[in-house]
């Protein structure tokens, strides 16, 4: 699966990137007709140690799926977000699976 990660306001290291590619990777065991993911890496200027966003849209045929996540470290919220991607993949399928 492709994955365009873009980082704003800092530059995002191989190994992050490496960590999102395959992390995301993982989201076509739960749904094989994923196209294409885009990823955005935001750090907010802010006192409170949850500054950095995770943004992820997820297109399929038909329909896109957008999740956002506030997190301490950029780990965090991939894995908070794929597992959120997930359950919604797996909704999808059900519900494609239905209609037939």
Known sequence: MKVNTQSVNFNADQKLIDFIQKRMDKLELFYDKVISTDVYLKVENRSYKENKIFEARLKVPGDSFVVKKQCKSFEEGVD??????????????????AHL
């Open 80 to 97: 908070m977000a794929a597992s959120s991607l997930e359950r919604q993949l797996k909704k999808r399928k059900e519900k494609l699976r």
